[in-house]
């Protein structure tokens, strides 16, 4: 069998092992190491298993990942989620839809601090839906609302994804940061925007809450204040080039780490389940990229990836229906795989092909741009069916709402999403505009 169509094979037998419940990470270190056997024999792959986890494994770049983990998994304990949501609660509860409105804009200043879509959707869903429902909202605009909430984790910096595509791609990671917050900040107004016209198609599924006045709002903001000046001077200083990512990092952990050791409702076991947690996540997170590693050379020896880069310049086809075409590829992959694995399995593939297309930007706008246009088709596939693994996190919390009126929930969400891509992927200077301003 010669290399290009072990290559072929590689991809439809990988997705066999992951639908056989194969650990992604697993599979792909099995996979890669074996085709890589194949055509180079075995002596490379023992050479390889004897420095590319040391090499991977030490890496500072990665080093950034159990922080934001660990200043995520504080923020959790600390009770950082019940106070951001009080607070949104406060300013927008007395409109129409308020309470849900305030849920989505709970879920991006936790997501801003915790990094991961998964953890922001489990963690807001504990603490908004018994509210929502307590009020009455309709099942699926009180799910549907957390679920896709829950997605902002992802974009809004920092994010693991985020992190993980910056050193996939040798990419600036302050420089990502700042090209994913403005399309962060339209996620969060689209989904506040869907829930408004929601609830004056449907009245009924989005009651209003009583004028909470600004003294009382002032004593939920004394609450919440840490979090925010947390949120400033990590990302601030990123931006503003004070600390690198890593730095910044590792300043958010100490300082959420500070507000946890102060809150009332932290003491020993907490912490305890926060090492733990962190120590979990980080080690499946690298056990991932070690397998990907792996997959990832393999592929590079099949040759697969030029052959592919030939064939699409052989159809002389417009560069901005390649870039549809892969975004497309990733929404049907979404509704199939985890974000963490098609980010490992397709950006080998797909970014030296979309690198080499001329959109009038520089090499470096490009990946930039095609970063975030990924991260949020990526974000989308958490709230897709058949495998929305926000909706499935929500569903779990809503044991009594059916699975399907979760989905319904998340339509105006989807649509939202949808004309938000639209809109970034014409143009490409709404994500760059921070970048050319500040650098």
């Known amino acids: 069998m010669d290399r290009i169509t072990l290559g072929i094979f590689a991809f439809p037998l990988l997705f066999l092992l992951l639908s056989l419940r ?21 002596i490379p792959i023992f050479s390889q298993l004897k420095t590319s986890a040391w090499h991977l494994f030490s890496n500072y770049s990665l080093s950034v990942i159990p922080l934001f983990l660990l200043m995520g998994n504080f923020a959790s304990k600390a009770g950082m989620s019940s106070a951001l949501f009080k607070f949104a609660g406060a ?25 991961s879509s998964l953890a922001t959707a489990a963690t807001m869903g504990k603490v908004a839906l ?28 920092p994010s693991v994804i985020l992190i993980i595509y910056s050193i996939l791609t040798e990419q600036n990671i302050a420089k990502m940061f700042m090209a994913a917050f403005v399309p962060g900040v339209l996620a969060a107004i689209g989904y506040i925007i869907a829930i408004a016209v929601f609830v004056r198609v449907f009245p009924e599924s989005g009651p209003q809450k009583a ?23 990590v990302i601030g200083g990123i931006y503003l080039g004070w600390f690198t990512p890593t730095e910044g990092a590792a300043v958010g952990a100490a300082g959420t780490g500070l507000i946890a050791f102060f809150s009332k409702d932290f003491g020993y076991y907490e912490l305890l389940d926060v090492i733990q947690e962190t120590a979990v996540t980080t080690a499946m997170i690298f ?22 880069a030939e064939t699409v310049r052989g159809y002389n086809l417009s560069p901005f229906i390649i870039v549809a075409v892969v975004l497309l590829v990733y929404l049907l ?19 030296p092909i979309i690198i080499q297309l001329d959109f009038g930007l520089s090499v470096e706008e490009t990946a930039i741009w095609f970063g975030i246009l990924t991260l949020i088709v990526v974000e989308v596939g958490l709230i ?8 499935f996190i929500i569903n779990k919390l809503a044991n009594d709402v059916p699975i399907v009126e979760t989905f319904k929930g998340v339509l105006p969400f989807l649509i939202s999403d949808f004309l938000r891509i639209t809109l970034l992927f014409f143009f490409p200077g709404i994500t760059l505009v921070l970048v050319r301003v500040l650098y």
């Open 211 to 233: 004028f909470v006045n600004w003294k009382e709002r002032l004593i939920l903001f004394k609450r919440i204040w840490k979090v925010f000046l947390i949120f400033f001077l």
């Open 384 to 391: 897709t069916p058949p495998v929305g693994l926000n909706v």
């Open 130 to 157: 018994p509210e929502l429902r307590k009020m009455g909202y309709s099942n699926g605009l009180s799910t549907g609302s957390l679920a896709a909430g829950g997605t902002l984790g992802i974009l809004i910096p």
């Open 287 to 308: 056990l991932i990229l070690l397998g990907a590693e792996f997959f990832n050379s393999f592929i590079a020896l099949t040759r697969i990836t030029n052959l592919l």
């Open 22 to 42: 194969v650990p992604i990470g697993l599979a792909m270190l099995v996979l890669g190491s074996c085709g890589t056997a194949l055509i180079a024999g075995w």
């Open 333 to 351: 992959l979404g509704c199939l795989m985890d974000s963490l694995a098609m980010i490992l399995l397709t950006i080998p593939v797909f970014f």
């Open 91 to 115: 300013c927008l509860g007395h409109r129409k839809g308020g309470v849900a409105m305030a849920a989505v804009g709970a879920c991006a200043g936790f997501g801003a601090i915790c990094g």
